[in-house]
């Protein structure tokens, strides 16, 4: 493993030397073979990406190129509409329910934006907002899509495990959505989505914590059992009301439990394709690292220290240790516990640190994919030991949804 990292660095240094840190790089090998390995997970149902996982356009339709990917899991409204137009896909499912009156006054007012995006819903409300937005008899009837909570929630509710997204939580309530949904003029109910972020985002193998992840472990597959008998009720009772193109479930950490649903008929994924540091915590599929910074060495303050300029990119989520950059080539280097990664320096310990001089870099990791492209304009595509592409992200093409 240690001789693998070192011929990585060696190539990553090599393909960037003509580049100032900080800056972020892609190893395209990597990223492919993390998109075939998600296809194979899928065992023949189409992986939907997602598009706040990855976050630039041209990696987007990059995965969408390749057989298995079929259309994106947005995050925000806008930012569908901007994928729709700029021909990334015409299939756009927006994850999350909107309350952007300019956005949905857009959507309204274009026919073939109204046929290529879908709205999230879980709650009436939502509708009326979209009808003061714009009325039903004047607009196309727009495409939505209605969430089922996935949490469990065992002893009679006392106990939540997951996360807390959509009030739907039973197959009834998902019926009587659906119902309100059907009679309402103005609204097509194409799809029904289900994220069970307890499976699908929480590494089963904590790093030095084994009676937690045992007890992960016997969590999720409780989960999954429970899961399994109410997505299908609830998929039944909503196609009493509608005629689902689509039952979307899962993520990058779920993939080949989600797609064995036979009530799902698509699964999503898009952070295995970055293979950020949070999926070194999975056993089923850890993905190959595709996705990195460079950081310049520009102090050494002591034996076994040196001091990179930046470097403090933190993922978001409960703060802690988990939710740090890792640092990763050259192996062997670690935050200091008392400053961690900080906004213009990060000092990192090691006995490789003394060997490093003033201008080298240090490779990080990010611990959730997308969010890394929120600290760069542009990132640059690698091939082997060259850079073969350099590509705005989406802050670098002018965008910040979130």
């Given at each position: 493993?240690?001789?693998?990292?070192?011929?990585?660095?060696?190539?990553?240094?090599?393909?960037?030397?003509?580049?100032?840190?900080?800056?972020?790089?892609?190893?395209?090998?990597?990223?492919?073979?993390?998109?075939?390995?998600?296809?194979?997970?899928?065992?023949?149902?189409?992986?939907?990406?997602?598009?706040?996982?990855?976050?630039?356009?041209?990696?987007?339709?990059?995965?969408?190129?390749?057989?298995?990917?079929?259309?994106?899991?947005?995050?925000?409204?806008?930012?569908?509409?901007?994928?729709?137009?700029?021909?990334?896909?015409?299939?756009?499912?927006?994850?999350?329910?909107?309350?952007?009156?300019?956005?949905?006054?857009?959507?309204?007012?274009?026919?073939?934006?109204?046929?290529?995006?879908?709205?999230?819903?879980?709650?009436?409300?939502?509708?009326?907002?979209?009808?003061?937005?714009?009325?039903?008899?004047?607009?196309?009837?727009?495409?939505?899509?209605?969430?089922?909570?996935?949490?469990?929630?065992?002893?009679?509710?006392?106990?939540?495990?997951?996360?807390?997204?959509?009030?739907?939580?039973?197959?009834?309530?998902?019926?009587?959505?659906?119902?309100?949904?059907?009679?309402?003029?103005?609204?097509?109910?194409?799809?029904?989505?289900?994220?069970?972020?307890?499976?699908?985002?929480?590494?089963?193998?904590?790093?030095?914590?084994?009676?937690?992840?045992?007890?992960?472990?016997?969590?999720?597959?409780?989960?999954?059992?429970?899961?399994?008998?109410?997505?299908?009720?609830?998929?039944?009772?909503?196609?009493?009301?509608?005629?689902?193109?689509?039952?979307?479930?899962?993520?990058?950490?779920?993939?080949?439990?989600?797609?064995?649903?036979?009530?799902?008929?698509?699964?999503?994924?898009?952070?295995?394709l970055y293979g950020p540091t949070l999926f070194d915590a999975y056993r089923a599929w850890r993905p190959t690292p595709a996705a990195f910074f460079?950081?310049?060495?520009?102090?050494?303050?002591?034996?076994?220290?040196?001091?990179?300029?930046?470097?403090?990119?933190?993922?978001?989520?409960?703060?802690?240790?988990?939710?740090?950059?890792?640092?990763?080539?050259?192996?062997?280097?670690?935050?200091?516990?008392?400053?961690?990664?900080?906004?213009?320096?990060?000092?990192?310990?090691?006995?490789?640190?003394?060997?490093?001089?003033?201008?080298?870099?240090?490779?990080?990791?990010?611990?959730?994919?997308?969010?890394?492209?929120?600290?760069?304009?542009?990132?640059?595509?690698?091939?082997?030991?060259?850079?073969?592409?350099?590509?705005?992200?989406?802050?670098?093409?002018?965008?910040?949804?979130?």
């Amino acid at each position: 493993m240690a001789t693998d990292r070192d011929k990585l660095r060696d190539r990553l240094d090599r393909a960037t030397a003509h580049l100032d840190p900080p800056y972020a790089v892609v190893d395209l090998s990597a990223f492919d073979a993390n998109a075939e390995a998600l296809v194979d997970r899928a065992a023949g149902k189409p992986v939907r990406i997602a598009s706040k996982s990855v976050r630039v356009r041209e990696l987007l339709t990059r995965a969408l190129g390749r057989p298995g990917w079929r259309g994106v899991m947005a995050f925000t409204l806008p930012e569908a509409l901007w994928l729709a137009r700029s021909g990334v896909s015409d299939d756009v499912l927006v994850a999350y329910p909107t309350a952007d009156r300019r956005a949905l006054a857009e959507l309204a007012a274009d026919p073939a934006l109204a046929d290529a995006v879908t709205l999230m819903i879980d709650d009436a409300g939502q509708l009326d907002l979209v009808d003061q937005v714009c009325p039903p008899g004047r607009r196309p009837a727009l495409r939505v899509c209605l969430e089922l909570d996935a949490s469990w929630r065992p002893l009679g509710g006392r106990v939540h495990v997951g996360v807390r997204r959509s009030p739907v939580h039973s197959a009834g309530a998902a019926g009587t959505l659906a119902a309100t949904v059907a009679g309402r003029p103005g609204f097509r109910l194409v799809g029904l989505m289900s994220y069970e972020a307890q499976i699908a985002g929480l590494g089963d193998a904590p790093p030095g914590q084994a009676l937690l992840g045992t007890a992960i472990r016997v969590t999720q597959r409780g989960s999954y059992r429970e899961l399994l008998a109410r997505r299908a009720a609830a998929v039944a009772a909503v196609r009493e009301h509608a005629d689902l193109e689509f039952v979307n479930g899962g993520g990058t950490g779920s993939v080949a439990a989600t797609s064995a649903d036979p009530a799902v008929t698509e699964v999503t994924a898009g952070s295995g394709l970055y293979g950020p540091t949070l999926f070194d915590a999975y056993r089923a599929w850890r993905p190959t690292p595709a996705a990195f910074f460079a950081c310049a060495v520009v102090r050494r303050p002591g034996p076994g220290l040196a001091t990179v300029l930046g470097g403090g990119w933190i993922a978001s989520g409960a703060a802690g240790d988990s939710r740090l950059p890792r640092p990763w080539l050259p192996a062997g280097l670690k935050l200091l516990g008392a400053e961690g990664a900080g906004e213009v320096q990060t000092p990192l310990a090691g006995d490789v640190a003394t060997a490093l001089r003033i201008g080298d870099r240090v490779w990080f990791r990010h611990a959730k994919a997308g969010e890394l492209c929120e600290h760069v304009n542009e990132v640059h595509l690698v091939d082997g030991d060259s850079v073969v592409a350099t590509v705005p992200t989406y802050r670098g093409e002018g965008h910040a949804f979130l």
